[in-house]
T-cell receptor, first 113, second 111 residues
């Protein structure tokens, strides 16, 4: 069974631009979560989607948004990029939240210059 | 609110020595607890999970963790460290449609 696929693997953007990251979950997984990982803040929860509905979101500004499609694939968008948005963005899928573990992709490394 | 605290951002052990990585949690409901490992330039991989079936949980690669409700702890251990265990380890608690991770502990293994 294929794992979680995140594209692109690396991305370089300029301040003020916007970016869209993509995540394809494991087949059959309906929950997709997004995390931002930085050396200073660690793993920070962005949001979780299940069957196209956002069920929870973390403490991030409105510039960070996401969505999930009917095939469970998910995208996250960051508008008006800031230098501090440079991070590894990780997507994880699961059968459902709470009792089942997360399966992570290898992430998208975003660098904002 | 749920939270996780990992004691020690860096732990160094010799090859063959005991590995002990500490994790304390806070949860208002019976917790779902996990340990994950992250190797460089990769996402996280599940080591083991606690979901109330047994207090001693065995995971992959010889790791195990013991759930102690009275101490609100879920420490990760491995009897004998191997060079390939060098990585970053994360304790996590799940609930309310999100999983919260600790700050992580980087494990160094000396030859």
């Amino acid at each position: 069974k294929a794992g979680v696929t995140q594209t692109p693997r690396y991305l370089i953007k300029t301040r003020g631009q916007q970016v869209t990251l993509s995540c394809s979950p494991i087949s059959g997984h309906r929950s997709v979560s997004w995390y931002q990982q930085t050396p200073g803040q660690g793993l920070q929860f962005l949001f979780e989607y299940f069957s196209e509905t956002q069920r929870n979101k973390g403490n991030f500004p409105g510039r960070f948004s996401g969505r999930q499609f009917s095939n469970s694939r998910s995208e996250m968008n960051v508008s008006t990029l800031e230098l501090g948005d440079s991070a590894l963005y990780l997507c994880a899928s699961s059968l459902r939240e709470e009792t089942t573990p997360l399966h992570f992709g290898n992430g998208t490394r975003l660098t904002v210059t | 609110a749920q939270s996780v605290t990992q004691l020690g951002s860096h732990v160094s052990v010799s090859e063959g020595a005991l590995v002990l990585l500490r994790c304390n949690y806070s949860s208002s409901v019976p917790p779902y607890l996990f340990w994950y490992v992250q190797y460089p330039n990769q996402g996280l991989q599940l080591l083991l999970k606690y979901t109330s079936a047994a207090t001693l949980v065995k995971g992959i690669n010889g790791f195990e963790a013991e759930f102690k409700k009275s101490e609100t702890s879920f420490h990760l251990t491995k009897p004998s460290a191997h060079m390939s265990d060098a990585a970053e380890y994360f304790c996590a608690v799940s609930g309310g449609f999100k999983t919260i991770f600790g700050a992580g502990t980087r494990l160094f293994v000396k030859a």
